[in-house]
């Protein structure tokens, strides 16, 4: 598994905990983003914060608004 695919799945599960709120897939994102590189041991200090970036992308409008409507399917 690849560390965009965990943090897609992290911030979905994370959307659903949180009572599936629509309008907050960017604060689930960035939440399971520090979960993930917490658990693989990257960190980022304050010297390198400015010069490092994520290594996965922030959701796209797809994604996003996947997280923000609820499924019809449940």
Same mark, same amino acid.
């Given at each position: 598994? @690849? $560390? %965009? ?6 911030a979905f599960e994370l959307y659903? =905990? ?6 907050? /897939? ?10 993930? @590189? $917490? %658990? ?11 010069? =490092? ?6 959701? /796209? ?12 399917? %449940?």
């Open positions: 598994m @690849n $560390l %965009r695919h965990e943090i897609e799945k992290l659903e =905990r949180d009572g599936r709120i629509p309008g907050r /897939d960017m604060e689930h994102w960035l939440e399971a983003e520090r979960i993930v @590189n $917490l %658990r693989y041991g990257v960190s980022f200090d304050d010297k390198s914060a400015g010069s =490092r970036k994520s290594t996965a992308k922030a959701p /796209d409008k797809k994604t996003a608004s996947k997280w923000s409507k609820p499924s019809a399917r %449940r």
